[in-house]
Structure formats: C-alpha cells, structure tokens
C-alpha cells in the first residue's frame, strides 16, 4: 500500500514484546501516505508518512516518556529531525520538521552557532531534555529531501532496528477491511536454457479481478513467479505497499516475505528482493518469490527457496497476500512442463487482397488465437480476429488443415499476431506481415544484463516482418546467430552466458532483403567485473573511463556501453548507454568523461535521460579536460553546457523599503536553478552589515533559511548581499538595503 487513513486491528502475536500505550504522534491527521517496507531508490522505506495536506505547523507529539537523545538539521535526507529513547528501550523518530519546541530549538541554534554551521548532528546525554507522552516536541514542515510536507514516522528497537510502526499499539487505533489487490503475476526464466511459453525472457499476465491464472502457463526449465500488488484502505485514495506474501508450489511452502523489522546494514538489499529487471524496464514493482543469490534479508523468510525446477505434468501454485490488518487475498493457478513448436511458415498476398499462410512443421491446424495491429506503431491498438465471414472486419479461416487465409485486413491492420495449436502440440506466439516487404529497417541495439544472463536485442522502429541475424566475430571467425521475435517490435538472441557475451565481437544485426543486407552496428565495449577486484577500462577511444571498485557488483557481471541515438541534441558527446541495466548495483561504478574539444568544462555536467528529459548526476571537475561521476544504474550518459545563473526571487524585505523591528524576523528569498541546481551544501552567502549570517535551504520550497536574523539588525539602515552559486558553477549575485525604524 503506498498512501493513506486506515484502521488496523491486530492480534497480540503482532505486538512488539513491550506492552507500551504509545499516542499518534501529531494533530495533523491520521491519514497515511506510505507504509514501512515499501520501496525507495536503493532502500526500504522504514517507517510511515504522514499526511498533512500541505500544511506546515502542526503539532507533534512524543509518544510517550523518554528524553531528547539525538537531534539533528541538515538542508536534505530527514531535513530537522528528532530521535527520542523511550522507557521501554525503543527508540522513535520525528523527520521533516519546519522547527522544534522553544526548548530544543535553543539547544540546535547553540549548536549551530558554536559550530558556525547551519547542518548539525548531535547527541545529548540522557536528562539534558526529558519528554513526557503528548508532549509537543516540533511541528511539522518540508525540510530535508522530500516530495511534500509530512511527518515521517519512525520506531526502533533498543539496537536501532527498524520496526513496523503498525505492529506495536499504534496500529490498534486503526480498522481496515479492504483485500489487497493484485496487478500482475511475471514468470521468470532462472537459466540461459530456460523458457518461458517457448521464449528465454520475462512473460507477465494481468489478473485485474480475476482469482486463478486462466492460461497454464508451459515452463521449461527453471524459472521463478515475482507478483505485483498493491493495498488499499477504506476510505482512502491512496494505495500502500504489501505486508506478508506466501508462495506454494503443489502444496509445498516456497518461499515467505514479511515487512515487519530490519536493518539499516541490510538497505541495499531491496534490489534482491524486489525483482530489478522488470522495475528496470519499467514494469512495475514486483516482489520476488524465489531467494537469490546473495539475498540476506531479514524480511525475507530462511525456510524461503530459490528457483522452481519442474518435473513433467501440471503442477499447481497459490500466492496468498496479506495486509498488515490480516486482509488477505488468494491467487491460484497451474504451469506444466512442456516445450512449444517453432513455426515454419511462408505468407503470400492472394489477388483478392487476401493473405495466406502456409505451416510446414504442423500437421493439423484444430484452432488458433489472433489478433491484428498496424507495423507502424509500437503500441498500436489491436483488434480481435474473427472466424466467420464479415463483408468488412478481418476475419481468419483454417484452410487445407495447415494454412490460415486472412481477409480483409486492406493494409490497414497489416501486422497478425498468432499463436496455433495442432493435435499434438501448440507453437509460440509469432508475427506476419500483411504487405509488400521492406525495403529499409530502423532502430537500435539494446542490451538486457540480468543477474547470470544477457540478452542482445534489436528494438524495430517499425516491424518488419524479417527474421535478421545477429552477427558477431569471435577468434576472428565471423559467425551469425538467427534473432528469435519476443514481440512485435522486438527481436532477441535469447540468454547468453556472461562467457559467450565477452567472447563477441564486431557486434551487428543483419538483414537480408532481396539480393542485398542491411546491417545495423552495435559498437559495443565491454569490461567483466568481479567482487573484490578492482578493475578500470577506457571505451569510446579514449574518451571514457569506467571503474569499477570492489564490491560494485555481488557477483561476477558485464560493464558495457554502446551509441545510442541523440534524444534532443542536447548533448555535446555522442550520448551512450551503460549497462548492465538489470543488476543492481551494491556501490556506485566510477565514470570519467573527457572532454577533449570543450574549452567550457567548469559548466559541462553529466547527465542520465529519464522521461524524456536529462537530469544530472553530480559532476566533479578540475583543472583537466575530464569530468567525473558516479552512477548507481544503467544509464543513457550525456553532457550537457549549462551557462544559466540561478535565479533570486520574490525578495523581502524589499529594497529602500522600511519596516518595523519586531516585523523582520526572516529573508524570504527563493532561489532556483534549471538544470544543475542551487548548491546549497556551500553555494550561498548571506551577509547583512557586513555580517554573514548562517543559512540553510529549504529543497522543496527553494527558500532560503537564515537563523537568528534580529541579531544582525539595527535601527536605521541595513544592507545586504546574497551571492548564490549553482552545481555549474554559475553564479548570481544580489545587493540591497532597507530601512528598520523603532
């Protein structure tokens, strides 16, 4: 479940072993917006948000007696933060506060000045601030990384675990009767050998409301399930992540999730247990039923196992779901071992505008599933085929047992989608272009690099109706490899082992048209890692350099980059990807740009392509043509000049204005930037009177902070000068004055 207010009612074996009443810890609502354990880049989620519609300035509450042991401010993560030790050894957590109680905030701005440092993070020795239950100890706000304003929530154990905030008597406040839903349930090939309805790659279904999977799904080899489900709550908009999850395979217990204590030692782990490959294709979050390799996760259950081996004949699975209220639903269905046929086929266009469809491999066509689309698009809308005769809609006959006429597709619906069964046996889902053969192909190489494989595919602009070969040297013999259609759009070589992939070189697609080929290069560079080995490679002819520091990766893996097209031409070097894309990664991979032709560095950042735009990565830079960063993922890499000075607005007090003493009490002063960003870690200075004045930033409201501004004051005039510099060492400077009068 991701957001929302909810009642949870749970039985005594949930409680944490402390009986303790503790209160909700604020007045702004009880309406949450995310649970523990849900997932956050590189991390868990370890506690729960809170909603305060947007609001600032709400009280917050300790939930229950204890004393002030940690406080701390800093401009991101948690922003102002308090950490209470409890009586009963817990401890609790109070982020994103827009400020503390009178008591505390005297203690931080003490700090801050003695440190004369706007970020602080300090312990305190029990009995310096001692707190009772309902105590306001801060009020709620927008400081540190955040996407809004809320109370994030936390509590600990005595060793600083992290505890599911829900299971102690929190959660008994709550009543909650909604079944957890189910979106889509994936299959997942565990070996190169492995498939999965006939193909080595990922298959997914929608269940929407359904409670049993309608298709037996034909595995050979060993594969794993991942499900992707949400939580609702009544009442509520939100959806929330899931809190336990059961596998069982023919009755058998296989594997067992729950969100309900961790460690901070063990974060990076979400990535082994949510499946990666699909989040990094942009599939959604799919929680992994199977135990990986490297997976040491308190969430998940020892008694877990990893990959399902099938035997012969249908077996049976059950995936039960729970919230954390003991809501739970059931999804059930079959999977059999079985290996389907690969179609030999020849299409032909008939005089009256018709198609037919010769098989050569099947015996007796008894039935056939279809549907028609349009080559040009990717996602074009599909229709159904239909089997009688209609004057205008296409519709598919069976003729002379082995052949499928289509009528009336008119060129518009020129792309068939099929799947046949015989008597004995039923053929994987292929593809038919209804029209006149091309005479050109478009598109790009896309490596996919999961945990132990890696797949070469070709990504069609349009589909072509051609079955290309992937080309490649190897011990200077040039060999070709025919490239199997996972979909419409999108041809792959199946899994290749990490061996055989560092043995390809000269990396190409061929097609061959008539009486001539089409080649489509992949310029493809490659670097194998291992855990513990340190290892660096230049690519793309000296201009850049990758590397990779011990423990980058849990196993053995590819580091590779290929071209990829110039989304907006932005970019001043060719962009390129790097991969791998679908491990993830446990530390950050090193990577050093130069920029040879470029007299512009101090403003050059580098960046990743996301959603249609380039965001950028922190970039170092020196007195050299070379740019440095760190990347955490696969990533298309660009750089890109930004020579745009931040911006200074909305500005109070205003300049030659006059204002009483007792009515300044802060600048508000917003300061943006486009692309880089303000740096606001040492990027700004504030003096007033010739005094510089400790300032923080605000990220979400892009404002900017001053502590103790009554300090600086004096009757009559007052100057000042803000100087602000962004991450592109761009800078804007502003100068003023303004009246005080008694």
């Known amino acids: ?23 909700w810890p604020t007045d702004a609502s009880k309406t949450l917006t995310a649970f523990f354990g849900e997932m956050r880049p590189h991390r868990y989620h370890v506690g729960i948000d809170i909603r305060t519609y947007g609001e600032n300035g709400k009280e917050v509450y300790s939930i229950t007696n204890g004393y002030v042991y940690r406080i701390k401010v800093s401009n991101d993560g948690y922003g102002n933060v308090i950490y209470i030790k409890h009586n009963d050894g817990n401890i609790s957590l109070y982020a994103h506060l827009s400020k503390f109680n009178d008591k505390i905030q005297k203690v931080v701005e003490q700090l801050q000045f003695k440190r004369d440092s706007y970020s602080i993070d300090h312990l305190l020795e029990p009995g310096l601030i001692n707190v009772n239950q309902g105590d306001i100890i801060g009020y709620t706000g927008d400081t540190g990384g955040l996407s809004g304003p809320h109370l994030h929530f936390e509590i600990r154990d005595q060793i600083n675990r992290p505890i599911n905030p829900l299971n102690t008597a929190l959660g008994s406040q709550f009543t909650d009767t909604k079944k957890p839903e189910l979106i889509s349930i994936a299959f997942i090939p565990q070996s190169n050998n492995s498939k999965i309805n006939g193909f080595n790659s990922i298959e997914e279904y929608l269940i929407g409301n359904k409670v049993t999977l309608q298709d037996t799904v034909k595995v050979d080899g060993e594969f794993g399930i991942a499900i992707n489900a949400l939580d609702k709550v009544n009442g509520q908009p939100f959806s929330y992540g899931i809190y336990s999850i059961e596998l069982f395979v023919d009755n058998e217990y296989h594997y067992g999730v729950q969100f309900d204590r961790t460690s901070f030692s063990q974060t990076n782990q979400i ?19 199977f135990k990986v390799d490297f997976q040491d996760n308190s969430f998940v259950d020892k008694k877990s196992k990893g990959a399902i081996k099938p035997e012969n004949g249908i077996h049976e699975f059950k995936i039960i779901v729970k919230d954390i209220s003991g809501n739970q639903t059931e999804f059930n269905g079959n999977f059999v071992y079985e290996e389907l046929i690969w179609p030999d086929y020849e299409a032909f266009e008939l005089r009256d505008g018709g198609w037919i469809i010769n098989y050569s491999n099947l015996d007796t066509i008894t039935d056939f599933e279809c549907t028609l689309s349009n080559s040009k698009n990717t996602e074009s809308t599909k229709i159904k085929c239909l089997d009688s005769f209609d004057k205008k809609a296409p519709y598919v006959n069976i003729v002379n047992d082995t052949s499928l006429v289509v009528y009336n597709s008119n060129k518009t619906y020129n792309t068939i989608e099929l799947q046949l069964e015989s008597k004995d046996s039923q053929t994987i889902k292929h593809y038919v272009l209804l029209d006149e053969q091309v005479t050109d192909v478009s598109g790009e190489i896309f490596i ?3 945990y132990k494989n890696i797949g070469i595919n070709f990504i069609e602009d349009e589909f072509s109706g051609l079955n290309p070969n992937l080309v490649y040297r190897k011990d200077g013999d040039i060999y070709k490899k025919p490239l199997f259609r996972k979909n419409k759009n999108i041809l792959s070589s199946g899994l290749l082992t990490i061996d055989d992939f560092l043995m390809m070189d000269e990396i190409s697609i061929e097609y061959d048209i008539d009486n001539y080929s089409i080649r489509k290069k992949g310029d493809v560079e490659k670097m194998l890692v291992s855990p513990n080995i340190f290892a660096e490679k230049t690519f793309k002819n000296g201009q850049i350099i990758i590397r990779h520091e011990k423990e980058t990766f849990y196993d053995k893996a590819v580091v590779y980059t290929h071209t990829v097209k110039n989304p907006d031409n932005k970019s001043i070097i060719q962009p390129f990807y790097i991969g791998p894309n679908a491990i993830p990664f446990n530390k950050p991979l090193a990577l050093s740009v130069n920029l040879f032709n470029s007299n512009d560095i101090e403003h050059s950042n580098i960046c990743f392509y996301k959603n249609n735009k380039w965001i950028p990565l922190k970039t170092n830079r020196d007195n050299t043509k070379t740019i440095t960063s760190e990347i955490k993922h696969g990533y298309t890499i660009g750089v890109l000049i930004d020579k745009s000075k931040p911006t200074i607005e909305n500005i109070v007090p205003r300049n030659k204005a006059t204002y009483k003493l007792d009515n300044i009490t802060d600048f508000e002063i917003y300061l943006k930037d486009e ?11 504030l003096t007033v009177n010739g005094r510089e004045i400790l300032t923080g930033f605000n990220t979400y409201q892009k404002k900017l902070i001053t502590l103790r501004l009554e300090d600086y004051l004096k009757i009559g005039k007052n100057t000042y000068e803000l100087i602000v510099w962004d991450n592109s060492n761009n800078k804007n400077q502003l100068k003023g004055y303004f009246y005080i009068k008694e």
């Open 271 to 289: 990535y082994l247990e949510r499946n990666y490959e699909l989040l990094s294709l942009n599939h959604g979050e799919y929680y992994q039923l």
């Open 675 to 685: 692309l880089s960003g303000i740096n606001h870690q040492n990027g700004i200075t």
């Open 448 to 450: 996919n690099h999961n």
């Open 1 to 23: 479940m991701k957001k929302s207010t909810f009642y949870i009612i749970l039985t005594t074996c949930f409680l944490i072993s402390n009986p303790t009443e503790y209160i």
